[in-house]
């Protein structure tokens, strides 16, 4: 199986290289840069499966990068987390309305991180094994679907 790709954009060396790291020992392969236009350049090559984007960068920040995301007309959209220091109710709203799918304020929590990459990973799993039908399957049969899936992957008993 391929390994999910995500990118890194944030500007803070010591930050990107922790998030590197974590990302990395967790099993995903990482592409990392440190500033939002060469997160631009990335993106356009395709292959991402979800992006952290820090909020203030050089060039371009992680708000009008998510904004262009959605804009751009991509072979993929890829998930948007926004990673950031900005943790005030209307900067959370800001970066929803922008169309970040989740919102995480510095400093992070290690394990929370892990489970929304977690969350999220699943979610593109899912995309890509259904393509366009997952939108209009009910949740409780998506868990079935998915409990009958990963349970033969495991090799669980049902």
Known sequence: ???MKILIAEDDTLTLTLLE?????WGY????????????RVLLAGG??????DWEMPW???????????SANLTKEPYV???TGRGKPQHICDGFAAGADDYITKPFERDDLR?????LALRVMRFEALGETMTNIDPIDMYRLDLSRFSKVLALPV
């Open 1 to 3: 199986m391929q390994k």
């Open 29 to 40: 392969e990482v592409i990392a840069v440190h500033d939002g236009e060469s997160a631009r």
């Open 115 to 119: 489970y929304r990459l977690a969350d």
């Open 60 to 70: 371009l920040n992680g708000k009008d990068l998510c904004e262009w995301i959605h």
């Open 48 to 53: 991402i499966h979800i992006c952290i984007l």
């Open 21 to 25: 790291r974590l990302l990395g020992g």
């Open 81 to 83: 987390i926004l990673l």
